[in-house]
Nanobody, 122 residues
Framework: VQLQASGGGLVQPGGSLRLSCAASGNVHSINATGWYRQAPGKQRVLVAR???????NYADSEKGRFTISRDNAKNTVYLQMSSLKSEDTAVYYC?????????????????WGQGTLVTVSS
């Protein structure tokens, strides 16, 4: 599956942004889609994740500020971010855990989008 992340940009502290992750390609099913972020000089970490069943989980620092959701008709997952802080500045990546045919069998794969930069600054 190919993932196209978009929606990043420059926002002031306290502001909001909505990121989108559009999936395309020939897949059997997507188990879960997650948003990760990587700040300069730091490791990539999970921000939020949503499963095919609609279950969600968030990093503790994002609970109450970020909301992950999906539109199955559009094969798109969103990350609504509010009350943004300077420490939210990072490149945000979407990730999909999915199943696709490999020959005659189903196999599990992982795919990453290209990342979208979020800068929180006044």
């Amino acid at each position: 599956v190919q993932l196209q992340a978009s929606g990043g940009g420059l926002v002031q502290p306290g502001g909001s942004l909505r990121l989108s992750c559009a999936a395309s390609g020939n897949v059997h099913s997507i188990n879960a889609t997650g948003w990760y972020r990587q700040a300069p000089g730091k490791q990539r970490v999970l921000v939020a994740r949503i499963t095919s069943g609609g279950s969600t989980n968030y990093a503790d620092s994002e609970k109450g500020r970020f909301t992950i959701s999906r539109d199955n008709a559009k094969n798109t997952v969103y990350l609504q971010m509010s009350s943004l802080k300077s420490e939210d500045t990072a490149v945000y990546y979407c990730n999909a855990d999915y199943v696709a045919w490999r020959g005659r069998v189903l196999a599990r794969y992982e795919s990453w989008g290209q990342g979208t930069l979020v800068t929180v600054s006044s």
